[in-house]
């Protein structure tokens, strides 16, 4: 395959950062919306992440996010529905430098995700740089040596096996999900975090990172996760911040169509 045009790769920002010890803070995208995702990706963090896995905007394809947030300087990462090699090389092809893979239990399913994120000799990653040539570049050896593969811990049979998960060549950090390990604890999906059995296991799986010398992500706030040893933090995503919007706003309109006395009595009634 040749190229009308010189394609110059870029390196991947997020990469640089986890490699050389630091701590990341980004955002998700759950709506499925170019242009929230794009407006996110301006927003100056160092990475975005696309979610297929609980997107209400039904990405068949994430083709038209990632073009719009192209050369932000955002690292764009999309959560794959399922660990499957042709949906995790069709987003890596649509131009992500990198990949989120859910529910990932054992070193098997860690290596089936790494092997469909790499180009031979790593992987198995077919070959075809369309689009992701704009991204990575078109060289397997470069792609390989920028590409992020991460797996995703959210079961306490996934805790159990973490230090051989994270043990695998090719998984470049652990993405923890807080809500579906509280519920295969036994515990609310809300409140569980909070449970001293969720916070021993989610130390399990920071430890064996730590270990493995990969890092260890979560959704939360940057300052108390970065404590806990988390080196990536997602720290909010659209749908959040515009029900955050909409709580400010209702608050606002509460205080404007019931003044504080119609609510507690006037006093010089």
């Not at 070193?107 to 995700?113: F, S």
């Not at 740089?129 to 060289?139: E, I, K």
């Not at 998960?165 to 923890?176: D, E, K, L, N």
């Not at 909010?236 to 606002?252: E, N, Q, T």
């Amino acid at each position: 395959m040749s190229y009308a045009v010189t394609v110059e790769a870029h390196p991947n920002r997020l990469r640089g950062i986890l490699e050389s010890g630091g701590t990341a803070v980004g955002l998700a995208c759950h709506t499925g919306d170019p242009h929230v995702a794009e407006t996110l990706a301006m927003a100056g963090f160092d990475y975005l992440y696309l979610d297929q896995q609980h997107s209400v905007g039904g990405l068949a394809s994430p083709v038209e996010m990632l073009r719009a947030t192209a050369r932000t300087g955002t690292t764009a990462l999309v959560r794959v529905a399922t660990n499957d090699p042709v949906l995790i090389g069709r987003a890596l092809d649509a131009g992500a430098e990198g990949i989120i893979v859910p529910n990932v239990e054992s070193a098997e399913d860690a290596r089936r995700a790494a092997a469909a994120a790499h180009y031979p000799p790593l992987g198995v990653r077919s070959w075809g740089p369309t689009r992701s040539a704009y991204g990575l570049g078109p060289d397997p050896a470069t792609v390989n040596g920028q590409v992020l593969c991460l797996v995703m811990i959210e079961t306490a049979e996934g805790v159990a096996r973490a230090k051989e998960i994270t043990a695998v060549p090719g998984v470049h950090g652990v993405y923890v999900g807080p809500g579906d390990l509280a519920v295969s604890l036994g515990l609310d999906p809300v409140t569980g975090p909070r449970d001293e059995r969720h916070r021993a296991a989610v130390a399990e799986i920071v430890a064996a990172c730590a270990t493995a010398g990969i890092a260890a992500g979560i959704t939360g706030d940057p300052t108390t996760e970065a404590d806990r040893g988390f080196r990536m933090v997602t720290a909010g995503s659209d749908v959040g911040f515009l029900k955050a919007g909409l709580a400010a706003a209702r608050a606002r309109r509460d205080a404007l169509t019931h003044p504080t006395s119609d609510i507690e009595g006037d006093a010089t009634a």
